[in-house]
Protein backbone atom coordinates (compact mmCIF):
# COMPACT_ATOMS: atom_id res chain seq x y z
CA UNK A 1 0.00 0.00 0.00
CA UNK A 2 1.34 3.48 -0.72
CA UNK A 3 2.62 5.61 2.16
CA UNK A 4 0.20 8.46 2.71
CA UNK A 5 1.80 12.18 3.02
CA UNK A 6 0.19 14.39 4.67
CA UNK A 7 0.74 18.08 4.88
CA UNK A 8 -1.51 20.14 7.20
CA UNK A 9 -2.94 23.44 5.50
CA UNK A 10 -1.23 22.03 2.27
CA UNK A 11 1.99 23.86 2.89
CA UNK A 12 4.18 23.07 -0.10
CA UNK A 13 2.23 21.11 -1.73
CA UNK A 14 1.88 22.40 -5.35
CA UNK A 15 -2.22 22.03 -5.70
CA UNK A 16 -2.39 23.12 -9.31
CA UNK A 17 -0.75 25.04 -12.24
CA UNK A 18 -1.27 28.76 -13.55
CA UNK A 19 -0.16 31.22 -15.49
CA UNK A 20 -1.53 34.17 -13.68
CA UNK A 21 0.89 34.84 -11.24
CA UNK A 22 4.74 33.74 -10.34
CA UNK A 23 6.04 34.30 -7.25
CA UNK A 24 9.50 32.35 -7.63
CA UNK A 25 12.31 34.66 -8.72
CA UNK A 26 10.30 37.91 -8.10
CA UNK A 27 6.91 38.82 -8.58
CA UNK A 28 5.26 38.74 -12.15
CA UNK A 29 1.78 38.98 -13.66
CA UNK A 30 1.70 36.61 -16.62
CA UNK A 31 5.49 37.24 -16.98
CA UNK A 32 5.42 41.32 -16.28
CA UNK A 33 7.56 42.05 -13.49
CA UNK A 34 5.01 43.77 -10.56
CA UNK A 35 7.78 46.56 -10.30
CA UNK A 36 7.34 47.40 -14.17
CA UNK A 37 3.64 46.80 -13.98
CA UNK A 38 3.31 49.47 -10.87
CA UNK A 39 5.64 52.13 -11.89
CA UNK A 40 4.72 52.07 -15.73
CA UNK A 41 0.90 50.69 -15.99
CA UNK A 42 -2.24 51.45 -15.07
CA UNK A 43 -4.72 49.91 -13.26
CA UNK A 44 -6.68 48.77 -15.88
CA UNK A 45 -4.61 47.60 -18.05
CA UNK A 46 -3.38 45.16 -15.58
CA UNK A 47 -6.58 44.19 -14.63
CA UNK A 48 -7.28 43.57 -18.57
CA UNK A 49 -3.75 41.63 -18.36
CA UNK A 50 -4.62 38.85 -15.59
CA UNK A 51 -8.45 38.68 -16.93
CA UNK A 52 -7.49 38.71 -21.39
CA UNK A 53 -3.99 36.91 -20.62
CA UNK A 54 -2.35 40.10 -22.63
CA UNK A 55 -2.51 43.74 -22.20
CA UNK A 56 -4.84 45.70 -24.21
CA UNK A 57 -4.10 47.50 -27.47
CA UNK A 58 -5.95 51.00 -27.73
CA UNK A 59 -8.99 49.45 -29.50
CA UNK A 60 -9.40 46.89 -26.93
CA UNK A 61 -9.06 49.14 -24.03
CA UNK A 62 -11.26 51.85 -25.29
CA UNK A 63 -14.08 49.15 -25.63
CA UNK A 64 -13.14 47.78 -22.07
CA UNK A 65 -13.63 51.19 -20.39
CA UNK A 66 -17.05 51.82 -22.37
CA UNK A 67 -18.26 48.72 -20.73
CA UNK A 68 -16.78 49.27 -17.24
CA UNK A 69 -18.57 53.18 -17.41
CA UNK A 70 -22.05 51.53 -18.31
CA UNK A 71 -22.04 49.02 -15.63
CA UNK A 72 -20.92 51.80 -13.26
CA UNK A 73 -24.60 51.84 -11.30
CA UNK A 74 -26.42 49.71 -8.47
CA UNK A 75 -29.65 48.93 -8.14
CA UNK A 76 -31.79 50.94 -5.69
CA UNK A 77 -32.29 48.15 -3.16
CA UNK A 78 -28.50 48.03 -2.32
CA UNK A 79 -28.91 51.63 -0.67
CA UNK A 80 -32.18 51.03 0.84
CA UNK A 81 -30.60 47.84 2.72
CA UNK A 82 -27.44 50.07 3.37
CA UNK A 83 -29.81 52.17 5.44
CA UNK A 84 -31.05 49.36 7.42
CA UNK A 85 -27.40 48.09 8.35
CA UNK A 86 -26.56 48.23 11.58
CA UNK A 87 -23.66 50.63 12.65
CA UNK A 88 -20.85 48.04 13.26
CA UNK A 89 -21.05 46.64 9.78
CA UNK A 90 -17.87 46.99 8.50
CA UNK A 91 -16.81 47.92 4.96
CA UNK A 92 -15.80 44.43 3.83
CA UNK A 93 -19.17 42.79 5.10
CA UNK A 94 -20.99 45.30 3.33
CA UNK A 95 -19.11 44.53 0.29
CA UNK A 96 -20.28 41.59 0.64
CA UNK A 97 -23.87 42.24 1.27
CA UNK A 98 -23.77 44.36 -1.71
CA UNK A 99 -22.33 42.31 -4.17
CA UNK A 100 -24.81 39.53 -3.05
CA UNK A 101 -27.64 41.75 -3.78
CA UNK A 102 -25.87 42.83 -7.03
CA UNK A 103 -25.94 39.50 -8.13
CA UNK A 104 -29.40 39.30 -8.11
CA UNK A 105 -29.61 41.49 -11.47
CA UNK A 106 -27.01 40.35 -13.12
CA UNK A 107 -28.43 39.82 -16.79
CA UNK A 108 -26.77 36.67 -17.13
CA UNK A 109 -28.35 34.82 -13.54
CA UNK A 110 -28.03 31.19 -14.83
CA UNK A 111 -24.90 31.35 -17.16
CA UNK A 112 -22.09 29.43 -15.88
CA UNK A 113 -18.32 30.85 -15.84
CA UNK A 114 -17.69 29.21 -18.65
CA UNK A 115 -20.30 31.25 -20.58
CA UNK A 116 -20.91 34.42 -18.32
CA UNK A 117 -17.16 34.23 -16.19
CA UNK A 118 -15.57 37.30 -18.42
CA UNK A 119 -18.43 39.58 -18.48
CA UNK A 120 -19.68 39.11 -14.98
CA UNK A 121 -16.12 39.87 -13.29
CA UNK A 122 -15.94 43.25 -15.72
CA UNK A 123 -19.92 44.25 -13.89
CA UNK A 124 -18.19 42.74 -10.25
CA UNK A 125 -15.34 45.24 -11.22
CA UNK A 126 -17.34 48.01 -12.32
CA UNK A 127 -19.56 48.04 -8.89
CA UNK A 128 -17.52 47.21 -5.95
CA UNK A 129 -16.05 50.64 -6.04
CA UNK A 130 -19.46 51.76 -5.76
CA UNK A 131 -20.72 49.55 -3.10
CA UNK A 132 -17.71 50.86 -1.08
CA UNK A 133 -18.83 54.43 -1.69
CA UNK A 134 -22.21 54.02 -1.24
CA UNK A 135 -21.51 52.12 2.24
CA UNK A 136 -19.33 55.16 3.15
CA UNK A 137 -22.01 57.69 2.64
CA UNK A 138 -24.80 56.02 4.00
CA UNK A 139 -22.70 55.80 7.51
CA UNK A 140 -21.10 59.02 7.61
CA UNK A 141 -24.98 60.46 6.65
CA UNK A 142 -23.10 61.85 3.27
CA UNK A 143 -25.08 62.03 -0.08
CA UNK A 144 -24.23 59.01 -2.18
CA UNK A 145 -21.48 60.26 -4.75
CA UNK A 146 -21.94 59.22 -8.71
CA UNK A 147 -18.58 58.59 -10.58
CA UNK A 148 -17.20 62.06 -11.93
CA UNK A 149 -16.47 61.35 -15.62
CA UNK A 150 -13.60 63.54 -15.71
CA UNK A 151 -11.96 61.13 -13.24
CA UNK A 152 -9.99 57.45 -13.97
CA UNK A 153 -11.20 54.44 -12.52
CA UNK A 154 -8.87 54.90 -9.74
CA UNK A 155 -9.29 58.49 -9.29
CA UNK A 156 -12.97 57.72 -9.03
CA UNK A 157 -12.80 54.82 -6.05
CA UNK A 158 -11.05 58.00 -4.37
CA UNK A 159 -13.25 60.59 -4.97
CA UNK A 160 -16.56 58.13 -4.53
CA UNK A 161 -14.93 57.20 -0.92
CA UNK A 162 -13.41 60.64 0.32
CA UNK A 163 -15.38 62.82 -1.19
CA UNK A 164 -12.87 65.02 -2.86
CA UNK A 165 -10.92 64.95 -5.81
CA UNK A 166 -7.06 63.36 -5.36
CA UNK A 167 -4.38 65.00 -6.59
CA UNK A 168 -2.12 63.66 -9.24
CA UNK A 169 0.23 62.50 -6.56
CA UNK A 170 -2.09 60.28 -4.74
CA UNK A 171 -4.04 59.25 -7.45
CA UNK A 172 -0.59 57.89 -9.00
CA UNK A 173 0.42 56.43 -5.35
CA UNK A 174 -2.73 54.99 -4.74
CA UNK A 175 -3.02 53.14 -8.40
CA UNK A 176 0.41 51.45 -7.28
CA UNK A 177 -0.78 50.73 -4.39
CA UNK A 178 -4.07 48.75 -5.90
CA UNK A 179 -1.61 46.94 -8.63
CA UNK A 180 0.35 45.00 -6.45
CA UNK A 181 -3.02 43.81 -4.04
CA UNK A 182 -4.18 42.68 -7.56
CA UNK A 183 -3.17 39.04 -7.65
CA UNK A 184 -0.60 36.74 -5.53
CA UNK A 185 -0.95 33.31 -6.54
CA UNK A 186 -2.46 30.56 -4.20
CA UNK A 187 -3.65 32.48 -1.23
CA UNK A 188 -6.44 31.04 0.80
CA UNK A 189 -9.33 33.17 -1.09
CA UNK A 190 -7.60 32.55 -4.49
CA UNK A 191 -7.98 28.83 -4.16
CA UNK A 192 -11.46 29.64 -3.02
CA UNK A 193 -12.43 30.94 -5.78
CA UNK A 194 -10.76 28.31 -7.76
CA UNK A 195 -12.39 25.50 -6.06
CA UNK A 196 -16.09 27.10 -6.22
CA UNK A 197 -15.06 28.28 -10.28
CA UNK A 198 -13.88 24.20 -10.61
CA UNK A 199 -18.03 23.15 -9.90
CA UNK A 200 -18.75 26.14 -12.96
CA UNK A 201 -20.78 28.39 -10.59
CA UNK A 202 -21.11 32.10 -11.68
CA UNK A 203 -18.67 34.46 -10.88
CA UNK A 204 -20.94 36.14 -8.32
CA UNK A 205 -20.43 32.79 -6.37
CA UNK A 206 -16.34 32.83 -6.80
CA UNK A 207 -15.88 36.30 -5.73
CA UNK A 208 -18.12 35.83 -3.16
CA UNK A 209 -16.88 32.64 -1.55
CA UNK A 210 -12.97 34.33 -1.98
CA UNK A 211 -14.07 37.18 -0.13
CA UNK A 212 -15.58 35.17 3.09
CA UNK A 213 -12.22 33.32 3.05
CA UNK A 214 -10.41 37.05 2.92
CA UNK A 215 -12.46 38.23 5.84
CA UNK A 216 -11.40 35.64 8.20
CA UNK A 217 -8.60 37.25 10.76
CA UNK A 218 -5.88 34.75 9.51
CA UNK A 219 -6.11 35.82 5.93
CA UNK A 220 -3.34 38.42 5.08
CA UNK A 221 -3.31 41.72 2.50
CA UNK A 222 -4.22 45.17 3.13
CA UNK A 223 -4.68 44.99 7.34
CA UNK A 224 -4.38 47.83 9.28
CA UNK A 225 -2.77 46.73 12.80
CA UNK A 226 1.36 47.69 11.68
CA UNK A 227 -0.17 50.44 12.75
CA UNK A 228 -0.84 49.20 16.50
CA UNK A 229 2.84 48.14 15.96
CA UNK A 230 4.05 52.19 15.12
CA UNK A 231 2.04 53.92 17.70
CA UNK A 232 3.37 50.84 20.91
CA UNK A 233 7.11 51.67 19.44
CA UNK A 234 6.61 55.42 19.89
CA UNK A 235 9.77 56.66 18.45
CA UNK A 236 12.85 55.81 16.49
CA UNK A 237 14.96 55.63 19.63
CA UNK A 238 12.76 53.70 21.54
CA UNK A 239 11.85 51.16 18.35
CA UNK A 240 14.71 48.44 18.95
CA UNK A 241 13.90 48.31 22.72
CA UNK A 242 10.42 47.55 21.94
CA UNK A 243 10.84 45.03 19.35
CA UNK A 244 13.73 43.61 21.54
CA UNK A 245 11.11 43.36 24.62
CA UNK A 246 8.47 41.74 22.55
CA UNK A 247 7.70 38.07 23.40
CA UNK A 248 9.48 36.13 20.64
CA UNK A 249 6.19 33.39 20.23
CA UNK A 250 4.18 36.71 19.20
CA UNK A 251 4.17 37.48 15.53
CA UNK A 252 4.61 41.16 14.39
CA UNK A 253 1.68 42.52 12.23
CA UNK A 254 3.45 43.55 8.71
CA UNK A 255 6.28 41.32 9.22
CA UNK A 256 6.72 37.71 7.90
CA UNK A 257 5.06 35.84 5.23
CA UNK A 258 4.69 32.18 4.30
CA UNK A 259 6.58 32.52 1.11
CA UNK A 260 9.40 35.72 0.97
CA UNK A 261 12.18 35.07 3.13
CA UNK A 262 14.02 38.26 2.30
CA UNK A 263 11.60 40.78 0.85
CA UNK A 264 8.16 41.11 -0.48
CA UNK A 265 8.36 42.37 -3.53
CA UNK A 266 5.27 44.40 -3.28
CA UNK A 267 6.55 45.89 -0.10
CA UNK A 268 9.68 46.85 -2.20
CA UNK A 269 7.13 48.79 -4.61
CA UNK A 270 4.88 50.30 -1.63
CA UNK A 271 7.83 51.63 0.39
CA UNK A 272 8.63 53.97 -2.45
CA UNK A 273 5.45 55.34 -2.69
CA UNK A 274 4.89 55.61 0.62
CA UNK A 275 8.15 57.54 0.98
CA UNK A 276 7.04 60.10 -1.70
CA UNK A 277 2.97 60.73 0.09
CA UNK A 278 4.72 61.08 3.52
CA UNK A 279 7.22 64.05 2.55
CA UNK A 280 3.71 65.40 0.60
CA UNK A 281 1.51 65.09 3.64
CA UNK A 282 4.15 66.16 6.24
CA UNK A 283 4.30 62.46 7.50
CA UNK A 284 8.28 62.20 7.55
CA UNK A 285 8.49 61.14 10.90
CA UNK A 286 6.06 58.03 10.42
CA UNK A 287 8.66 56.92 7.74
CA UNK A 288 11.75 57.48 10.08
CA UNK A 289 9.76 55.67 13.08
CA UNK A 290 8.49 52.26 10.52
CA UNK A 291 12.10 52.62 9.33
CA UNK A 292 13.88 52.03 13.02
CA UNK A 293 10.94 49.27 13.54
CA UNK A 294 11.92 47.92 10.07
CA UNK A 295 16.01 47.54 11.52
CA UNK A 296 14.69 46.15 14.58
CA UNK A 297 12.90 43.58 13.50
CA UNK A 298 15.15 42.40 11.09
CA UNK A 299 18.09 42.32 13.46
CA UNK A 300 15.74 40.39 16.25
CA UNK A 301 13.94 38.40 14.04
CA UNK A 302 15.55 37.88 10.62
CA UNK A 303 11.94 38.74 9.23
CA UNK A 304 11.35 41.30 6.40
CA UNK A 305 8.50 44.04 5.80
CA UNK A 306 5.52 42.12 3.87
CA UNK A 307 2.60 44.14 2.23
CA UNK A 308 0.94 44.87 4.88
CA UNK A 309 3.53 47.33 6.12
CA UNK A 310 3.99 49.91 3.96
CA UNK A 311 0.37 49.87 2.67
CA UNK A 312 -1.57 50.55 6.30
CA UNK A 313 0.92 53.72 5.89
CA UNK A 314 0.05 54.32 2.32
CA UNK A 315 -3.73 54.37 3.43
CA UNK A 316 -3.36 56.64 5.81
CA UNK A 317 -1.34 59.16 4.63
CA UNK A 318 -4.03 59.09 1.97
CA UNK A 319 -6.62 59.84 4.51
CA UNK A 320 -9.06 56.39 4.42
CA UNK A 321 -10.22 54.86 7.26
CA UNK A 322 -8.67 51.97 8.67
CA UNK A 323 -11.86 49.58 8.15
CA UNK A 324 -11.26 50.82 4.31
CA UNK A 325 -7.62 49.49 4.28
CA UNK A 326 -8.08 45.63 3.90
CA UNK A 327 -11.56 46.46 1.79
CA UNK A 328 -9.47 48.79 -0.98
CA UNK A 329 -7.10 45.61 -0.77
CA UNK A 330 -10.19 43.37 -1.85
CA UNK A 331 -11.40 46.07 -4.61
CA UNK A 332 -8.07 45.24 -6.29
CA UNK A 333 -7.98 41.32 -5.53
CA UNK A 334 -11.39 40.57 -6.65
CA UNK A 335 -9.31 41.06 -10.41
CA UNK A 336 -7.17 37.64 -8.87
CA UNK A 337 -10.09 35.64 -7.56
CA UNK A 338 -12.21 36.28 -11.04
CA UNK A 339 -8.94 35.17 -12.80
CA UNK A 340 -8.52 32.21 -10.61
CA UNK A 341 -12.15 31.17 -11.05
CA UNK A 342 -11.67 31.10 -14.64
CA UNK A 343 -8.10 29.60 -15.05
CA UNK A 344 -10.26 27.05 -12.92
CA UNK A 345 -13.07 26.76 -14.85
CA UNK A 346 -11.30 26.38 -18.30
CA UNK A 347 -9.16 23.17 -17.67
CA UNK A 348 -12.32 21.55 -16.51
CA UNK A 349 -11.01 19.67 -13.47
CA UNK A 350 -12.95 19.98 -10.51
CA UNK A 351 -11.09 20.50 -7.06
CA UNK A 352 -11.86 17.50 -5.01
CA UNK A 353 -8.86 15.89 -2.52
CA UNK A 354 -9.29 13.05 -0.35
CA UNK A 355 -8.56 13.25 3.38
CA UNK A 356 -7.15 11.28 6.33
CA UNK A 357 -9.74 9.62 8.53
CA UNK A 358 -8.57 9.80 12.06
CA UNK A 359 -11.56 8.82 14.15
CA UNK A 360 -13.45 6.11 15.52
CA UNK A 361 -13.62 2.90 13.93
CA UNK A 362 -15.90 0.14 13.35
CA UNK A 363 -18.13 1.00 16.46
CA UNK A 364 -21.01 -0.87 17.36
CA UNK A 365 -24.68 1.03 16.78
CA UNK A 366 -26.86 0.37 19.57
CA UNK A 367 -30.54 1.42 19.40
CA UNK A 368 -31.25 4.98 21.79
CA UNK A 369 -33.40 3.03 24.37
CA UNK A 370 -30.31 0.28 25.42
CA UNK A 371 -27.86 3.41 25.21
CA UNK A 372 -26.65 4.02 29.21
CA UNK A 373 -27.48 7.50 30.21
Keep these: MEVERYFPGLRGVVAGETEI ?12 CIHDLA ?54 AAVRTGLSLVSHFDPQPHEDLMHAGPDQA ?40 QGQMPSALFERCFEMALITAMEHEFTPSSFTARCIGSTRANMYGAVLGALEAFIGTRHGGGDDLPLEVLDQAGSPELAEDFIAGLDASISIPGF ?8 DPRAAVLELASSHLARACGRNDMEELADAVERAVWQHRRLPPNV ?13 DRDMFRAL ?45
Design 308 to 320: DWPWCRLMSYLGF
Design 329 to 373: FVTSRIIGWSAHALEQCECCEVIRPRARYRGAEDCHFEPMRQRLT
Design 122 to 161: LRIMAKVPLLLGAWQAHRTGEPVREPHPELSYVGNIYYMI
Design 21 to 32: CRLDGGLQYRGY
Design 39 to 92: EQSSFLEVAYLLLFDELPTEDHFADYLSVLTEEQTLPPVVHSVYESLPAHTSAL
Design 256 to 263: GHPVYRDC
